[in-house]
């Protein structure tokens, strides 16, 4: 008999199963694209890296290159890579070498119209700096960093910045809405006036688009209808709208990025995962200037008719510093968002740690989150909050304008337009130092309903209030308020 002539292939062990133990929801395995063993270098296509030269059609010429092999890794060497947009296509992997930084051009003319899906509506925006739709495995890897440039497209507020930052931004001309609110542009500023949530209404001709053309922003990389995505490694940073949004996309990894934007940028959100699924974000860190990691699934009619939730996605060992929320549902949620695992997170400065927002006539359903393992500190409202009276402004600033809310609400009808937020699960959450320990503002025809919180921490200045809410559990939660009663309630139903 002979023994051992048979050898065997043993596989490389998937390096993300730890992420699937427990887990509470059934999810494929999510593996990172395979590509060619191709390679092209930048500067095989005449690029030159000294931060003026524009390459734009380098880039163009080296992937089509590679498209032309199979497809590989188009390497990005060390030097300051100025350029326009760059259109990523299928089987290409962009990769970063140290020291590689890809700087965008802020010339609005190279950037041309395109359709596209902005705050959950179909509409048009100037053509992102990094885009790619309907591609097969794209990647973008290594250790450099890419710069949208994004501060020569955004307006400014006066009251979010020191003086020598008003002075050396104002001081490049543009338009004022208000002495304390500055456009970059004039059209930027006439955008603005006609449009609702940053999306123009009603414009019939090409005349009407382009005569507000700087104000329509795009987001830093738009990824559309794409199948097998990798981001890793790299710095985002400086984008003119959202930072990464992956649209209607499948079978993501995001692993150990850095996002970045400054703390006043206008919608200056890190993450805005839109109508996905099978996805993880791990070991990754946000520092922006609006939410950090945030779900989406479409706004209102647009999103309903799309129907496309996002769905299946693990966040794990990732750090938010400032943003409005640290990981945050809605607001635009009309398509649905479900089975959701965030753990092992750090919100270090957030306006909000947990942000769930919505409103009436979004409709859509989140149901089946479970968080644990979360710990918060300078939290500057609350660390958990459910807002479903959502108006555009984000935390602080409501807390700044002084609205309020009636303390009793008219129910409306039940149906397709009213949002349901339903069987969310918070487990191991420590917060040092909130406003408020927590609030839940519910609708009264449609609750915040069977939320479970246990083994929570949190000290704060008042306690936790609920509104319009039922069927809330409360295990082991132990609230250090220095102000008013531990926990109030109003319009609520078995709070337990």
């Known amino acids: 008999m002979l023994i051992g002539l048979f050898s065997c292939q043993h596989s490389e062990p998937y390096k993300y199963e730890y992420l699937y133990k427990n887990l509470p929801f059934d999810m494929p395995r999510v593996k990172e694209p395979v590509f060619a063993a191709n390679e092209v270098n930048l500067k095989d296509y005449g690029a030159i890296g000294n931060g003026e030269h524009l390459c734009t059609e380098s880039f163009a010429q080296a992937i089509d290159a590679l498209v032309d092999k199979g497809g590989g890794k188009l390497i990005v060497p060390a030097g300051v890579w100025f350029t326009g947009p760059i259109i990523l296509k299928s089987n290409i992997n962009l990769h970063l070498e140290k020291g590689a930084v890809i700087l965008f051009s802020p010339d609005v003319d190279l950037y041309p119209l395109v359709e596209t899906s902005f705050e959950g509506l179909d509409t048009r925006r100037c053509q992102s700096p990094i885009s790619g739709r309907a591609l097969m ?109 992956p649209l209607m996309c499948e079978n993501i990894i995001i692993d150990d990025i850095q996002v970045r934007n400054p703390s006043y940028a206008q919608n200056g959100d890190g993450l805005d995962l839109e109508s996905c699924k099978n996805v993880l974000i791990i070991n990754s860190t946000f520092d922006v200037g609006d939410d950090g990691i945030c779900i989406k699934s479409g706004k209102d009619e647009d999103g309903r008719k799309r129907g496309c939730p996002t769905e299946n996605v693990i966040v794990d060992g990732c750090t938010v510093f400032k943003g409005h929320g640290g990981f945050v549902v809605g607001s635009e949620m009309s398509g649905g968002v479900r089975n959701i695992s965030v753990a092992n997170c750090q919100f270090l400065g957030t306006d909000v740690g947990l942000r ?27 660390p958990v909050t459910f807002n479903l009276y959502y108006g555009g402004l984000s935390a602080v600033e409501l807390l700044e304008s002084g609205i309020k809310q009636p ?90």
């Open 137 to 245: 495995n794209v990647a973008i890897t290594g250790h450099g960093a890419i710069d949208g440039n994004g501060h020569f497209w955004r307006p400014l507020k006066r009251e979010k910045v020191n003086e020598s930052t008003w002075k050396e931004t104002i001081s490049r001309g543009g338009v004022f809405k208000r002495p304390t609110y500055w456009f970059p542009y004039p059209e930027s500023l006439k955008g603005d006036s006609i449009s609702d949530m940053n999306v123009p209404r009603n414009l019939k001709t090409e005349e009407e688009w382009q005569s507000i053309r700087h104000f329509l922003r795009p987001v830093m990389l738009s990824l559309i209808d794409c199948k097998n995505v990798l981001l890793e490694g790299v710095i985002f940073q400086n984008s003119p709208a959202w930072n990464l949004h």
């Open 356 to 382: 769930f927002k919505s409103k009436r006539g979004r409709g859509g359903v989140v149901e089946n989150i479970w968080v644990k393992n979360v710990s918060m500190m300078d939290i500057a409202t609350e």
């Open 407 to 496: 303390d009793e609400v008219t129910p409306m009808s039940v149906d397709e337009t009213t949002p349901v937020f339903k069987n969310i699960y918070i487990d191991n959450l420590v917060c040092s130092g909130a406003r408020r320990a927590l609030f839940f503002n519910g609708i009264p025809e449609m609750p915040i309903d069977g939320i479970t919180l246990q083994n929570i921490d949190i000290t704060s200045t008042y306690g936790a209030e609920f509104v319009y809410s039922k069927n809330i559990t409360l295990k082991n939660v132990n609230i250090h308020n220095k102000k008013g009663e531990k926990i109030t309630s109003r319009f609520c139903d078995k709070i337990h």
